[in-house]
Each structure stands twice: as structure tokens, then as C-alpha cells.
């Protein structure tokens, strides 16, 4: 009886080791174009997906090796795979990168640049700031 359970125990092995190794692992690092220092208050999302996903606050990393779609799918990292990210934060311009998934150490760097915002001519509670979809009112 022992000897069938070892078989059994054998036999499940391989698909108990598959099941936590699903994709391959990416990191993103956001860090500040000028200082290197890391952006604690980045987000990263794919294009794709509805969820953005902040940065660890000590690093400026973000890892992942999977991602959840809208419709319920799952878009699983694979080697060979080209992944595309939005990344932001506030008070610097937004980044569009797109990055090419290794067999391993599938870390990079996505360097933010400062907004420059001149607030001298402005009285600066009646500073408007625009977005793509906002109309004036006429």
C-alpha cells in the first residue's frame, strides 16, 4: 500500500511544480530621468487592461508574470513575447514602453521626465488644468 502512494506522490510532483511556475517574471523600475532616484508613486498598466498597478513604494519596481484582461482571460508572460506598459505618475509625462520578455532577468528601467509647470503668471488657485476629453463651455 506505501509503494502506490509513493507512485501516486511521484506521478502528481511534475504538476504541483508546473502549477506555481506560470509565466515569466518582469520588473519594471521607475525611476526619475534626471536623478535616478525611483518614482515611489508610479503606476504601470497595459494598454488592455482596466487595472493600474502602483509601484512598491521603496523601490520603484513593479513585478509580474501575468496579467488579468477585462473579458477574464489571462495574458501570461512567455519568453518572445512583446509586452507594451503605460506608465505615470503624478507631475511627470506619461511613457509608453514596449519591452521583448527573455528567458530570464527581465528587468528595466523606465525613466520619467519632470512636468514643468510655470505658475509666475498665474494666480495659482486659478490654475486650469486640461484633459484630452474636456470641452469648454462655450
Not at 502512494?5 to 506521478?11: D, I, S
Not at 521607475?30 to 498598466?45: K, M
Not at 519568453?79 to 521583448?100: C, D, I
Request: hydrophobic share 40%.
Amino acid at each position: 500500500m506505501s509503494r502506490c502512494w509513493m507512485v501516486l506522490l511521484l506521478l502528481l510532483l511534475p504538476l504541483s511544480m508546473g502549477a506555481d511556475s506560470v509565466g515569466i517574471p518582469v520588473t519594471v523600475r521607475v525611476i526619475d530621468a534626471q536623478t535616478g532616484e525611483p518614482i515611489r508613486t508610479a503606476v504601470v498598466r497595459h494598454p488592455r487592461e482596466q487595472d493600474r498597478h502602483r509601484v512598491n513604494t521603496e523601490t520603484g519596481q513593479w513585478t509580474e508574470s501575468v496579467l488579468y484582461m477585462p473579458d477574464g482571460s489571462e495574458l501570461v508572460f512567455e519568453k518572445g513575447m512583446e509586452l507594451e506598459f503605460e506608465v505615470s505618475a503624478p507631475g511627470y509625462a506619461n511613457q509608453r514602453v514596449t519591452y521583448l520578455v527573455r528567458r530570464r532577468k527581465n528587468t528595466f528601467e523606465v525613466p520619467l521626465t519632470r512636468m514643468e509647470i510655470d505658475l509666475s503668471d498665474e494666480d495659482p488657485e486659478d490654475v486650469i488644468i486640461q484633459f484630452g476629453r474636456d470641452k469648454p463651455i462655450q
